[in-house]
């Protein structure tokens, strides 16, 4: 891949509660690993993602705890920033969904896709409730879905089967509040003419087979169905208003100012504002186009499973509506869900781990190692404690940072901690060389799980060389032997760091910092490509252990 614009998209997550670690295994912790490898291989990558504000999910859990929506907010946006900072999240720009530069532009959107007749208003029924004499959000409705018969499923979509459902269609709908049956009743909304965006948005996906085999065939199931109109609009008081003044009085609602956007409509346009928010940041005003309007960038989205349809449908729809030459996306990096030791996630039956709290418990290394390794890309993982416990000591601790620790400990102890790599296995430059090959072919399509189980699978090759060499031994009736098969395992150490830096950031620099490679390369590291001989090393020991056992 020549050097080019990438755009890392990230979900925007819901400012309503702890993210757990299914948000991390899901897509944060790839989004990131993704963007610091392109960083490395030389592309101009801008990781954008923000907090995502509106919608029902916050008033349904304001109203929960007694707070108005900005409340929770106010309460929960600094421990997201505080996960951000403690997992070394690497943003270019996390940002909110409450800009005055992000409710512009979801209004120009509604208003270019008017223009363009892409649009249209009428009634249909929504949810009521006559105990509360008011219409009822989507996630205030629970009832028995449809398609799997799976109960206590929110209105617009299962969370068991991942089908988005319509106002109607929920088995003996009942109120989140106050448990009361809900009844349909007439409102006016305006709706979103996918059927005839649906021929376009074919074409998009026809042309991307090289998502993952899943998410394309899951993508086309939709196609296949036909599209539907789908409402953007709701009653509600919490989100973004509609341009009223900039709206033709014959297409306005009824009650046009009890209107809102309906968030999945709002959220994912937050990848064109946070752009033009970076841009005018950073006062450039050519980097938007260059990321939005340049057919040589590549768009790269990060989600769980449930925000597919959202993703590989409706977000290309409403750019392909704007008839603005949006750069649609190039790989749709989407991970089927993790549970909990075989268990959903779920808050309110206790079925959680909460990324902040466990992150200050063991260190963000230790967790992030271990979800790169169960990481759910094409199948549902789950996390085990036990596992965890077994992964972080046997491999990160036993295997991988043990492999640093005797190279450092045995340059230290019989060259003075200095040492000129130069008379290397060149057999294990082959392998190392095609490593790097395999890997970067394999972080181009996004898989990052395989890259991860091929890195380590380095750690044990470089084990298994030191344990067969002996250099101790070797120093007794050779010390050229000896330091050469040193001199091969410190290679081997070297472009480890590099291919870890991207899945255990903190780790791989002190690791780099153990062996003195920042100081005495010639190569300019760090780049994402192989450390070549002749380079030196200067031991830190001061930097041992890399790593340390952990226990529950």
């Known amino acids: ?105 979801v209004q120009e959107f509604f208003l270019k896709l008017l223009k363009n007749g892409y649009i249209f208003k009428k009634e249909d029924y929504q949810y009521y409730s006559p105990s509360q004499k008011r219409f009822l959000p989507d996630r205030y409705v629970e009832g028995e879905c449809p398609y799997c018969h799976s109960p206590n499923q929110r ?114 346009i937050g990848y064109i504002s946070a752009v033009r928010e970076y841009a005018q940041k950073k006062k450039k005003g050519s980097l938007f186009s260059e990321f939005w309007h340049n057919p040589s960038s590549r768009h790269y989205y990060f989600m769980g499973q449930d925000n597919l349809a959202f993703h590989t449908i409706f977000w290309p729809g409403q750019l392909i509506g704007q008839k603005d030459n949006y750069t649609l996306s190039y790989q749709e990096c989407i991970n ?3 549970t909990l030791e075989g268990k959903k996630f779920s808050k309110s039956r206790g079925v959680i781990i909460n990324s902040l709290e466990v992150g200050k418990k063991y260190g963000s290394d230790p967790i992030r190692f271990y979800l790169f390794s169960i990481l759910p890309e094409n199948h549902e993982s789950s996390w085990y404690w036990t596992e965890f416990v077994r992964t ?105 760091v590099v291919l870890l830096s991207p899945f255990i950031p903190s780790f791989s620099q002190r690791a780099s910092v153990l062996l003195g490679l920042e100081q005495t390369s010639a190569q300019k590291q760090p780049t994402f490509s192989p450390y070549s001989p002749p380079f030196k090393t200067k031991i830190n020991p001061s930097f041992l252990p890399l790593a340390k056992k952990i226990s529950l």
């Not at 050097?3 to 989004?31: C, D, K, R, T």
């Not at 196609?223 to 341009?243: A, Q």
């Not at 470089?462 to 091969?488: C, F, G, H, R």
Request: aromatic share 12%; with cysteine; net charge positive.
């Open 392 to 496: 972080v000591n046997g491999v990160l601790v036993d295997k991988v940072a043990n492999f640093f620790q005797r190279v450092a400990l045995f340059q230290e102890k019989f060259f003075g901690g200095e040492l000129l790599v130069k008379n290397v296995d060149p057999s294990i430059i082959k392998y190392t060389l095609t490593t790097f090959s395999s890997v970067n072919q394999k972080m181009e399509s996004c898989s990052l799980g395989a890259v991860f189980k091929e890195v380590i699978e380095v750690s044990n090759k470089a084990n298994l060389y030191l344990n067969q060499k002996e250099p101790w031994q070797q120093i007794k009736v050779s010390p050229s032997a000896a330091k050469d098969s040193l001199a091969t395992a410190t290679y081997l150490a070297a472009n480890l």
């Open 336 to 338: 089927k869900f993790l």
């Open 1 to 105: 891949m020549l050097s080019q614009n990438i755009l890392v998209a990230v979900a925007w997550p819901y400012v309503n509660g702890e993210i757990h670690v299914g948000h991390l295994a899901g897509y944060l912790l790839p989004a990131d690993a993704f963007a610091r490898w392109a960083r490395l291989r030389g592309h101009q990558v801008l990781m954008v993602s923000g907090a995502d504000c509106h919608g029902t999910p916050i008033t349904v859990e304001a109203e929960k705890h007694h707070l108005s929506p900005q409340q929770l907010i106010d309460t929960y946006l600094p421990q997201i920033k505080e996960l951000i900072k403690l997992y070394d999240l690497s943003y270019d720009l996390f940002t909110t969904t409450q800009t005055s530069n992000h409710q512009k532009i």
């Open 155 to 268: 209105a617009d979509q299962c969370e068991v089967c991942g089908r988005v459902l319509d106002s109607g269609q929920l088995i003996n709908p009942h109120s989140k509040l106050d448990g009361q049956k809900v009844i349909l009743k007439k409102s006016e909304h305006y709706y979103l003419d996918y059927p005839k965006l649906e021929k376009e948005i074919k074409n998009f996906v026809l042309k991307s087979k090289h998502w993952r085999p899943w998410v394309w065939q899951e993508t086309m199931g939709w196609l296949k169905e036909g599209l539907k109109p789908r409402p953007i609009s709701r009653d509600l008081e919490w989100g973004i208003p509609f341009p009223k003044d900039k709206i033709p009085p014959s297409w306005q609602l009824k009650n046009m100012n009890k209107k809102r956007f309906y968030v999945w409509f709002d959220a994912v």
